[in-house]
């Protein structure tokens, strides 16, 4: 359920377009922060139900000095309802205030480019990234917010 | 926040498509049960948070036999997001089993024909059809699942 | 799980004492209301976490013109630690607004005489009375609003 | 909602008898734990429904390894109603499986010895003390499993 996957710092994203913010965001630019990154699918069910509002706790509790919370919408089913257009009325719908990032489709297949690059199983997953730029957990599936919020700790000590 | 349209048959519904039946669904065909039609938007946080697991709730509790639970999909915004092909994948993977109506879109205006028929002030609206075909209740927003029973109660009994 | 007692007017509560009201309550008195009644023990989880709570949206939804909502403290399990005291200061901490009624104990065994009379099987369990004075429904355990919701909807019709 | 006691090792617990536990438990011979306790009251109903099933989830999640979780009954109000033997009653109905202490009781007031001596503004207060021993975080009222959590993170990185 949690592995890292580098020890170094971690690969950057490969993104087609970010909503919320006014320029694209990279982890060199995050270095210093620690950055929790949801990856999730506007029509996945525990995405919506229990991932997303975790991640505005998440940004309310700790806010913004400290930590960067952002999302990651990897499609890698149902391509066709989840473009761009439908993303930002579900982004307006849901009163997401956070940044989010596009994953690059990949035109060879299904999977998105970061899903892929970061070797995820699904949707939704959490990953959590140090002061330094590394990845240290990736959680897939419903995490219990106790122990999301002691992991935070611990980043944040 | 109940207001019954009529005291006659309730108008039928004007449906682009239907999903999870094999054939058209009409009001006089289901003359006999109490229809219980939720009116939804598949990126409407409220219908999909309470209005359609209450639906399911309902189907589980009181069966298929004496009532009919629909659904009515009537986008009057972000019509680019909500389109056939993405509903079929909300239905999909939200595990809707029940029938589905597509309400047709009105090519003059944003509110689609059945939405604008029964007078809806937005979604989810519930409206709940006794056994002669009249519509009894149509009741918008977030209902209690106490207060729904009570009125499928009265109209099963 | 749901069993009609009887066919006639149900037999009477054996109250040892009755809080939340001037006076005692009888069966033959609201005759014309419907009667919920809940046999519930302070210490019981489910009571305090999902019948007391459904008993309290009942009285919201329905209001005190057509049913009246009780409550039997029937306690056939650590005596010594849900006395008349000990249920006043639940009672008042809980914020417990409906007349509540203690079971009479009987002295040969832990089982008190309402309980006995009605062959409850423990708490919470729910009685609903018809306008009549009839039991129709004696319900243990957890029950779903909506289904609740039905059972009055269909006596209060 | 959070202020350090002392800077120092806090003061041990005034107790008159322990539950779920062999012997009596000391700060100082847990020293090298962190150490969370919950004051609460059988009857508040805060404590009952959000701060006893938090425990339950940090026990469940930290383990007992590095962790202790203590409850300190510290009844303030209806004593008569809160006595060693309904507490009994209540730790088992409850499932409760960590060792609870019941707070001193001080013949000269309501208020018991632990409470005054960390001047606790009620129930529940959840109390972090640190590897060392020192009070960390005294925690008034409902608090969010996420922040309990960061915290819980800190103090065990």
New interface residues.
Partial sequence: MDTALTTGPAPEFEVAAWLNTPGPLTLAALRGKVVALYAFQM???GC??HALP?AK??EA??GRHELAVLGLHSVF??H???GP??L???V???RIGFPVAIDQPDPDGPVPRTMARYRLRGTPTLMLFDREGRLRHSLFGHQ??????????????
């Fill in positions: 029509l996945c069910p919506v139900s975790q706790a998440m509790l700790f089913e149902h066709a309802a989840m257009q439908a930002a009325a579900f307006h719908e849901y219990h917010d106790m122990l999301v919020g002691s992991l935070m700790g611990r980043l944040l000590a």
